[in-house]
């Protein structure tokens, strides 16, 4: 555990006894959001990022760990095992470095070169190795004496194959010199993409691929997988370009790193001429797929991170959403020929009453559905409408319009909101819907959903998956396992920083709590029904199975309102209320006048209340929950509203300035719902003024922002929107709708982007062009290439 914490104390730049803490805590089960709120004495104040990090990194480097173990025990048990390779296995820092070290040594198949060494040819090739630059050395002449007719070795062509094979495998092993070929590949390599012949129409989409070239260590994310998906879908070929700008003629760089490893100067003697083909077929036939499967994997691992880690941040940004507060809510599902799914819920989110309506075609009953509304409106003090975003919606949100003019007398407050209905219909059909909601029809569980995630987005989000919400981009091309154990951090990280209502909070929410898992959450359900609310935080040691251990990790992250204890209702944990009491007594002050009392507990110097126990860190965290208990850390409910009149794609023209939501945020700009069906591009180059490298630090998920109209292609539904309200679409000098003929078009290899790209080494002489950056290789590209500068 020493040199595990001691590296990634270098990584994190902390101490190594906060990570070593950090790891005996996570040993004994503790959380990382407990450890991050609870623990910071012990820790030193890492915080929920850094934590994060360090247990992601803990889980590697164990695993790395174990497998140098294996390996040393089967490379021992092979009588192979030399102390200078014990310690060149105890130095590998990464699972690449540790494999390639173990190559020679790993059980294989029958190679070619094993069946020349069982052919008896492997002193040939010793032989030849030795006699580099000898002119008096004739290769055939040497292999005659190997001929082996029984082994399949008739003549001296194939004897020298086999000991080129016996050689190419040798070399093709040492990890010194795959490190070698490695470095130089990452810092020259291209990674070229181009049309499979005949695919052209069928893969139009991806035709931003179809002649492509970018230094594969600076593939984005987003291109990387959308050209592995090409290639899935047998659009695409994807080839690693080792020595872009030389010619064939003059060979790979590799062979010339090849030889220089092997140390050797070779001549125009028979022996050396052979020894260079022995060189050329390491690099083609060996090293050269071996290096373009593994970085095509890295680079496919690397874009899966950070798409992953996209999604990630979209999720907490949706999940953190401010909600609109416990007000009762109609919810609306929009629909045509079905019509729209009508369900209120009361301010604690219970389902009170239901219906369907038909205000558009083909029944049209316009002015009898908002009639119905406005019944159920004065009948159960609804103050908010919630419309979902999907088929429809524009439409409905006309209805909801009428709906308040109708009964703006008698609920002046009543307010329309359009919401993300992603996932509604996951929910609709869950197994905890159909718990929920037995005798409800399916779509009408789709409205109660969107009305309860516009009271408290968190509260009803948590009970859909979170890869069904939708946040992300290229979210089914990257690994599930991965995206699920990132996406349920998020949650987790989530839910704990705001607090859950143990009085209120659904089995999926309580789920969520640190320390607590499903059983123990439908446990906690199943007590409060059978006994009532719970008045204080105790109480929850009588839940079976509930624990000390559980209760330590989630109490101070369940909340209790109106209860016996006032601090049951803040984020103070259980174990500092007598901490509490005692600068209560120490201020002669009763703790329920000292709840809130900012001006009192601004006077108070926490140094003053340190103890074997608690810390400076914790008792600052408790005097600024005692000021505000309980507080919300989501920022303040804000909706947008969409321009009346622009409906429809074919709505927008040039130059409208609109409000709209941010939906989804990506490396290569923002996502806006601006009322139309049909999600705008605000491309990174128009968040603003200044040079973005980040969006995520413009803008998030659910913020509402106004943009303008910058382009619209309607036969392939995009909008090209900005930010910088002072931009000018440029004017092209034709419209068409076509795509770019064969005169026209400007290869993505050829696009550059003087801003972004970077110079290239000159330290090859056979590179003769510098590789060009593409220009954005997204889906969107083409829409929105006039936004290059």
Not at 243 to 255: L, N, V
Not at 646 to 673: R, Y
Request: aromatic share 4%; hydrophobic share 40%.
């Amino acid at each position: 555990m020493h040199n595990i914490a001691q590296l990634i104390a270098q990584e994190l730049d902390v101490r190594e006894q906060q990570v070593a803490a950090t790891i005996t805590l996570l040993d004994e089960g503790a959380t990382v959001p407990f450890i991050a709120r609870y623990r910071k004495e012990v820790t030193g104040g890492l915080d929920d990022t850094q934590l994060r990090t360090l247990f992601s990194r803990l889980g590697y480097l164990r695993e790395l760990n174990e497998r140098r173990e294996v390996i040393l025990k089967s490379i021992d048990e092979q009588g192979k095992l030399t102390p200078e390779l014990a310690k060149a296995l105890h130095d590998a820092d990464t699972k690449t470095r540790l494999e390639d070290l173990y190559l020679p040594f790993k059980p294989k198949r029958r190679t070619k070169g094993q069946i020349a060494i069982e052919a008896g040819i492997a002193p040939l090739a010793e032989q030849l190795l030795a006699a580099i630059g000898d002119a008096s050395v004739e290769p055939e002449r040497e292999a005659a004496q190997y001929l082996n007719a029984d082994a399949g070795f008739t003549d001296e062509k194939s004897v020298l194959d086999g000991a080129r094979y016996i050689l190419m495998e040798r070399f093709a092993e040492d990890a010194d010199l795959l490190a070698k070929v490695r470095h130089h590949l990452a810092e020259h390599a291209l990674l070229e993409s181009k049309v499979v012949s005949g695919k052209e129409q069928e893969g139009a989409k991806f035709r931003d691929y179809f002649a492509h070239a970018e230094p594969i260590s600076q593939v984005p994310s987003h291109r990387a997988l959308a050209m592995l998906r090409g290639r899935n879908e047998g659009v695409l070929a994807l080839a690693l370009n080792a020595d872009p700008g030389s010619e064939a003629k003059e060979g790979s760089y590799c062979e010339q790193i090849i030889t220089d490893h092997l140390g050797w100067q070779l001549s125009d003697t028979a022996i050396d001429r052979w020894l260079r083909t022995v060189v050329t077929a390491t690099w083609r036939i060996k090293i050269a797929l071996q290096m373009e499967t593994e970085f095509i994997a890295q680079m496919r691992e690397a874009a899966e991170a950070e798409a992953i880690k996209v999604f990630a941040r979209n999720l907490g940004d949706l999940l953190m959403a401010p909600p609109a507060g416990a007000k009762a809510t109609m919810g609306l599902d929009p629909g045509l020929r079905t019509g729209v799914k009508v369900a209120v819920v009361n301010d604690t989110g219970k389902l009170v009453a239901h219906t369907t309506i038909f205000p558009h075609a083909p029944q049209n009953q316009w002015d009898k559905s908002v009639r119905t509304l406005a019944t159920l409106v004065n009948m159960h003090q609804v103050e908010l409408i919630a419309i979902g975003n999907g088929t429809a919606s524009r439409e409905t949100d006309k209805l909801a319009a009428d709906v308040i003019a109708a009964v703006k007398e008698q609920q002046p407050r009543l307010t329309k909101v359009v919401v993300s209905e992603a996932g509604a219909s996951v929910y609709s059909a869950s197994e905890l819907a159909a718990n929920e909601f037995p005798d409800l029809d399916v779509s009408l569980r789709g409205a109660v959903s969107i009305a309860r995630r516009l009271q408290d987005p968190l509260a009803e989000l948590v009970k859909i998956e979170p890869k069904s919400i939708g946040v992300g981009q290229y979210q089914h091309d990257v690994s599930q396992s991965q995206l699920s154990t990132s996406l349920e951090a998020v949650v987790e990280d989530c839910v704990n920083s705001v607090g859950v209502d143990v009085n209120m909070a659904s089995v999926p929410l309580l789920s969520q709590v640190a320390g607590l898992n499903r059983t123990l959450a439908k446990n906690i359900v199943d007590y409060r029904d059978e006994n009532g609310r719970f008045n204080d935080r105790k109480t929850l040691l009588k839940v079976p199975r509930l624990g000390p251990k559980a209760f330590e990790q989630a109490a101070g992250f369940l909340r209790i309102h109106g209860g016996d204890n006032p601090l049951d209702e803040s984020a103070v944990h259980p174990e500092a209320y007598m901490l509490v009491e005692n600068i209560s007594r120490a201020k002669n002050t009763p703790l329920t006048q000292m709840i809130g009392n900012s001006t009192l507990l601004a006077s108070l110097n926490p140094a003053d209340f340190i103890t074997a126990e608690f810390g400076l860190p914790t008792i600052t965290d408790i005097l600024k929950e005692l000021d505000k208990p309980g507080r919300d850390p989501r920022g303040e409910f804000k909706t947008a509203h969409f321009k009346d009149g622009v409906e429809a794609i074919t709505d927008l023209q040039p130059e409208m300035v609109l409000e709209g939501v941010v939906t989804n945020v990506t490396n290569f700009g923002a996502f806006v719902d601006i009322g139309v069906h049909q999600d705008g591009l605000v491309h990174i180059s128009s968040l603003t003024d200044k040079f973005v490298s980040d969006p995520h630090t413009v803008v998030k998920a659910g913020d509402v922002v106004k943009v303008k109209v910058l382009d619209v292609d309607v036969p392939r539904k995009r909008i090209s929107l900005t930010m910088r309200l002072d931009e000018k679409p440029e004017q092209p000098k034709s419209v068409s709708s076509k795509p770019a003929t064969k005169a026209t078009a400007k290869p993505a290899a050829a696009r550059t982007d003087t801003k972004h790209s970077k110079p290239q080494p000159h330290n090859k002489p056979q590179e003769k062009t510098k590789p060009t950056n593409a220009a954005m290789g997204n889906a969107f590209a083409e829409a929105f290439a006039k936004l290059k500068k």
